[in-house]
């Protein structure tokens, strides 16, 4: 039971590391989402194409961060469930486990 307890204790630090990783993403997310709209503010302003196509660059960049950060945030958000769902069969388990051991001391005084 003590290995059982431990592991539920694990999986809900990781499931609170998951969350706080959800969370840093969505935040990564948001972030570059402003740098993208300040970007594309920067190109309908500027004058030279030189300036058009190093902002064009920097979009490129941040589009693919973002995009980068969505798969991760669904990466993370897939682990999440997981262990959520592990902790849910191993609390399962321990209480399994503690039914079978009041019966088996009710069993033993019986």
Do not use: F, P
């Amino acid at each position: 039971v003590n290995t059982l307890s431990e592991n539920e204790t694990c999986l809900q630090k990781d499931k609170l590391a998951l969350k706080n990783k959800c969370e840093e993403l969505k935040t990564d997310i948001s972030n570059i989402e402003h740098t993208l709209d300040t970007l594309k503010a920067q190109i309908a302003t500027s004058t030279t194409n030189d300036d058009v196509q190093l902002l064009r660059a920097q979009i490129d960049r941040a589009t693919r961060r973002q995009n980068n950060a969505e798969e991760e945030l669904e990466s993370v958000e897939n682990d999440k469930y997981a262990a959520s769902k592990r902790k849910r069969c191993i609390t399962a388990q321990i209480a399994s486990l503690a039914t079978s051991l009041k019966m088996l001391n009710w069993l033993q005084g019986a």
